[in-house]
């Protein structure tokens, strides 16, 4: 019944954004309702996939949203290692589906979103439960929904993307509670969740192990670490209150 449901609400995914002329990205299919709920802006285009037909080539391969960048990686890594360290269910989600360039993602940004919010509030009807906990990944997000008749309360997450990285070290209140983190992070840990989130995603063979290898060769850097240990600091006060 829920992949059912699932499969009629990615249809109507993919129409809005063939109407908005912009190209559906998948998410990760969720195996069910989740504990937790992360919600960002709208997928872009310029990494991953240059143009709508090299994105709709990447699609017909199984390429996956939050699948591509060691940001995308970095926020799985926290979730599963600080928020759901009992085994919890999350789903990762977007306000708006339609992948385009973060130029024309600016233009008309709070319309679109508005025409995308009966999409994302069916969604979010499909995937909660009485419990979940939402999160709002960046700012926009959350000051959108915070005006939304019927909207859920959200917490919010600093955004992932590069453009946001120099507010990362605003967690780091403390030098020596920053230090103790780093030298408690595994690097095998983060590579073994990028190896799960890839399996789980199920994309082909030929776009995945060129994401793998570069991600599993990359530097996992000190703004990096900040990240995660920023979203370290926010899961801990959902855990703890």
Avoid at 26 to 46: D, H, K, R
Avoid at 60 to 79: G, M, T, V, Y
């Amino acid at each position: 019944m829920f992949h059912e449901l699932w499969s009629q609400l990615e249809r109507r995914f993919q129409a809005e954004a063939a109407r908005e002329g912009s190209v559906y990205l998948p998410n990760l299919v969720p195996n069910g309702p989740a504990e937790y709920v992360f919600i960002a802006m709208e997928p872009s285009l310029g990494r991953w996939a240059k143009f709508p037909d090299e994105a709709k080539r990447m699609i017909s391969l199984r390429f996956k949203n939050f699948c591509w960048s060691k940001e995308d990686f970095a926020l799985h890594f926290a979730i599963r290692t600080f928020l759901c360290t009992n085994g919890e269910s999350y789903h990762l989600t977007d306000l708006s589906k339609g992948a385009m360039l973060t130029a024309e993602a600016r233009l008309g940004q709070m319309e679109r979103y508005r025409r995308w919010y009966p999409l994302l509030r069916d969604e979010l009807q499909a995937i909660s439960g009485p419990d979940t906990k939402i999160f709002a990944i960046g700012r926009r997000v959350r000051d959108f929904l915070s005006g939304q008749e019927s909207a859920p309360a959200v917490s919010m997450l600093l955004h992932y993307s590069q453009q946001a990285a120099r507010y990362r070290s605003i967690y780091v209140d403390s030098e020596d509670s920053f230090r103790r983190f780093k030298a408690s992070f595994r690097r095998q840990q983060y590579d073994e969740v990028v190896d799960d989130v890839l399996k789980r995603a199920d994309m082909a063979q030929k776009i995945q192990e060129p994401i793998r290898e570069r991600i599993l060769r990359s530097k996992v850097n000190p703004s990096l670490l900040q990240l995660v240990y920023g979203y370290k600091c926010v899961f801990d006060k959902t855990l703890s209150g």
